[in-house]
């Protein structure tokens, strides 16, 4: 089975700029969750989608914001870039229907840096 | 979800087991503890997870005490390969999230 994929690999983009990251699941997946890292918070959670629907949220202001198509193919969204938002941005897949000890399987990530 | 508690860092020689800790000591009863490694920048790696019980896998063995406050994951043999950032976490699944810590930086050596 083909793992999750994430494009792009690499973006630069300028401050106030907008910007749309794509992540495509393990077959058969239909939970997909998104995260950033950044050398000064770590890793944190964005949010996660189920079923075209956003199951779960971050803490992370409005401007971040996500979809999930019927095929289980998800994107997320960046508005009014700031310098802040240059991180990895990792998005995960997962058998996971309702509770139960399904792991989720990370993507290689896009490194967003912003200038 | 409950906070977990690594060692910034941890050496290991090469072929020699590397016994890497956490302490969970706030997990509730149905929190499961999970591993998770990443080596630089790449995506985290799924290790193992377990509950109450020992688990093996291909990868590692995971021991939890019986009080469930804390765990040892255990790669037997470690080689190079093995460097990377290793994340703990206890994860319930009503919120379904991952919460990562700061991890442990283990490097294996020669």
């Known amino acids: 089975k083909a793992g999750v994929t994430q494009t792009p690999r690499y973006l630069i983009k300028t401050r106030g700029q907008q910007v749309t990251l794509s992540c495509s699941p393990i077959s058969g997946h239909r939970s997909v969750s998104w995260y950033q890292q950044t050398p000064g918070q770590g890793l944190q959670f964005l949010f996660e989608?189920?079923?075209?629907?956003?199951?779960n949220k971050g803490n992370f202001p409005g401007r971040f914001s996500g979809r999930q198509f019927s095929n289980s193919r998800s994107e997320m969204n960046v508005s009014t870039l700031e310098l802040g938002d240059s991180a990895l941005y990792l998005c995960?897949?997962?058998?996971?229907?309702?509770?139960?000890?399904?792991?989720?399987?990370f993507g290689p990530g896009t490194r967003l840096t912003v200038t | 979800d409950a906070k977990t508690t690594q060692p910034p860092s941890m050496d290991c020689a090469e072929g020699r087991a590397a016994n890497l800790p956490c302490n969970h000591s706030t997990i509730s009863g149905n929190e499961y503890v999970y591993w998770y490694r990443q080596i630089h920048s790449q995506g985290p790696q799924y290790i193992i997870h377990g509950l109450k019980n020992n688990e093996t896998n291909e990868m590692a063995s995971l021991i939890i005490t019986e009080d469930r406050k804390s765990s040892t994951l255990i790669l037997p043999h470690a080689t190079l390969r093995d460097t990377a950032v290793y994340y703990c976490?206890?994860?319930?699944?009503?919120?379904?999230?991952?919460?990562f810590g700061t991890g442990t930086r283990l490097q294996v050596f020669p």
């Open positions: 976490i206890a994860r319930s699944y009503l919120p379904d999230k991952l919460i």
């Open positions: 995960a897949s997962s058998l996971a229907e309702l509770a139960g000890a399904y792991e989720q399987y």
């Open positions: 989608y189920f079923s075209e629907t956003q199951r």
